[in-house]
């Protein structure tokens, strides 16, 4: 099945610079590549997906890049806020598959 | 719009005991599906469904079962509970792209087997 591996596991950064989250999946058929926000005490939210057609995609500050050569894609946050605090998880579509996570916490 | 709502938010079962997790969606969707939350291991899909009447296993299946004899409800069924059934569970729907695409969660059920 799909394996999908993500990184970091958590990660720190400065209010107003900028987070990068990188996943690679295993199986070349995979053709959605969704991102969720979770934060504490809720369910998962989409935030941003791309199709295996397109390289690169962004709403506000948000943005996704996606690799199909080398089997990953990234999640790229720029200006970051106290409010994008919270985990993030990638996944990698042929047959749905998650990664583990990454902890994002935003220092004021 | 209340979405997708799950209930209990909590619960704590004896290994054997028996228990149904409820999920609820009012937005029409085709598509919904159950996922456990491990720590350190994403989201795994239990269980989902294409339309009413029509289910279909994930990719951790075993000690649960499912319905859908409605569009709106899709419960969850642990016949007999396991210490190693105790995760966050998560329902989901979606439309139009498919089961895997642009799901809306639940709030999630907290589950402990003791």
Not at chain 2, 26 to 37: F, G, I, T, V
Not at chain 2, 56 to 70: A, F, H, I, K, L
Request: with cysteine.
């Amino acid at each position: 099945g799909e394996n999908v591996e993500q990184h970091p596991s958590t990660l720190s950064v400065q209010e107003g610079d900028s987070a990068v989250i990188k996943c690679t999946y295993s199986d070349s058929a995979s053709n959605y590549f969704p991102w969720y926000k979770q934060e504490l005490g809720k369910g998962p939210q989409l935030i941003i997906d791309i199709r295996s057609n397109v390289g690169e995609k962004k709403d506000q500050r948000i943005a996704v890049t996606l690799n199909k050569t080398a089997k990953h894609f990234s999640l790229h946050i720029t200006e970051t806020q106290p409010e994008d605090s919270a985990v993030y998880f990638c996944a990698a579509h042929h047959k749905l598959s998650f990664g583990a996570g990454t902890t994002v916490t935003v220092r004021a | 719009n209340a979405g997708v709502t799950q209930t209990p938010k909590f619960q704590v079962l004896k290994t054997g005991q028996s228990m149904t997790l409820q999920c609820a969606q009012d937005m029409n969707h085709e598509y919904m599906s159950w996922y456990r939350q491990d720590p350190g291991m994403g989201l795994r899909l239990i269980h989902y469904s294409v339309g009413a009447g029509i289910t279909d296993q994930g990719e951790v299946p075993n000690g649960y079962n499912v319905s859908r004899s409605t569009t709106e409800d899709f419960p969850l069924r642990l016949l007999s509970a396991a210490p190693s059934q105790t995760s966050v569970y998560f329902c989901a729907s979606s439309y139009g792209g498919g089961v895997a695409e642009k799901l809306f969660f639940g709030s999630g059920t907290q589950l402990s087997v003791l």
